[in-house]
């Protein structure tokens, strides 16, 4: 929940100004859950990233990938909003693996399965010296301007559905920000089963996923599903594209994403940039 003096002080600290009404103040109210939700809303529109031009312009961003790739992975050509998600994202990554007392020191080998225009993986370049760096996607034109722009890390097309051309148990950390949210239930259990195969032993797994928080998503039928703890796939003829839209109850992630995996963490609304996504951590389990 967020107040009204939140909403107030959002417009004054990030626009410089005053709400326009109390109409605008309580739509804010009703739309979004958090604070953290009302900020990335108020930096993403248009009137924030007027006013701070340096934001975007900075060379210390770049590179920026261009318009038509942000669509078509975040569905928004914002690129602020692109550059503070994905920060977020990484650092939710941090975050949950210190929450778990699991150091950064323990990964040397670390896969961002579904990798986009490198939204998160771009910033693990200061750690590129210790760890290596993968990113793979199943879209020629992302992982072509991945290769292009992102030098420190090794980038592979893949085919919709496993395998990977990497060796068994080569990973210590695969993560996927939103990538089940856009997969068929077929293709996620054949994912896990090849996530098992290429991690270490003991190796983690993180992913995010659409869960309670997106529930208004989905129409009443579909809400009894997902409430009955099964999941929800809507569009599965464009799978892996983002209209194809996957709901996981934490149910059915717990009883049936668990298979050769260890649930470590849940958070709820977890991934940070990936707003009102759960977080899963998972660790292989070695029979
Ligand atoms: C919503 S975007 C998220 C991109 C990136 N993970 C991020 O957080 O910015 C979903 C991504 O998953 C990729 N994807 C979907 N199905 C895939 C598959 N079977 N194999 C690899 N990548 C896939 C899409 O091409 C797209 O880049």
């Not at 977020?88 to 210190?98: A, F, M, N, V």
């Not at 991690?199 to 998503?217: A, P, V, Y």
Request: charged residues 25%.
């Amino acid at each position: 929940m967020i107040t009204r003096e939140q909403v107030i002080w959002a417009y004054r600290l990030l626009l410089d100004r005053e709400p326009e009404n109390e109409m605008v103040i309580s739509d804010y109210i009703k739309k979004y859950q958090s604070p953290d939700q009302l900020r990335d809303v108020i930096i993403s529109s248009e009137e924030y990233q007027s006013k701070n031009p340096a934001f975007t312009q900075s060379n210390l961003l770049k590179p920026f990938p261009p318009k038509d790739l942000l669509n078509l992975v975040a569905g928004s050509t914002n690129l602020p909003w692109f550059l503070q998600s994905g920060a977020k994202g990484r650092q939710s990554i941090d975050l949950i693996l210190k929450k778990n007392n699991i150091s950064l020191n323990e990964i040397s080998t670390a896969l961002d399965f579904g990798c986009g225009c490198g939204r998160v993986i771009r910033y693990w370049e200061k750690y590129s010296d210790t760890i290596d760096i993968y990113g793979c996607d199943y879209n020629p034109r992302l992982i072509k301007w991945c290769r292009k722009h992102i030098k420190f890390a090794k980038f592979y097309l893949n085919r919709f559905s496993p395998p990977l051309k990497y060796k068994n148990e080569y990973f210590d950390l695969v993560y996927a920000f939103s990538v089940f949210t856009h997969l068929t239930e077929k293709n996620q259990f054949l994912w896990l089963d090849e996530f098992d195969r290429i991690l270490c032993q003991d190796g983690l797994l993180l992913f995010s996923t659409h869960g309670e928080g997106f529930l208004d998503h989905l129409g009443s039928s579909d809400k009894i599903i997902f409430n009955k703890g099964h999941l929800v796939v809507l569009d599965e003829v464009h799978e892996g594209k983002n209209t194809c839209a996957a709901f996981h109850p934490y149910d059915y992630v717990s009883k049936k994403m668990n298979h050769r995996f260890d649930m470590v963490d849940f958070i709820p609304r977890g991934a940070l940039g990936n707003p009102g996504q759960d977080l899963y951590l998972f660790r292989k389990n070695n029979p």
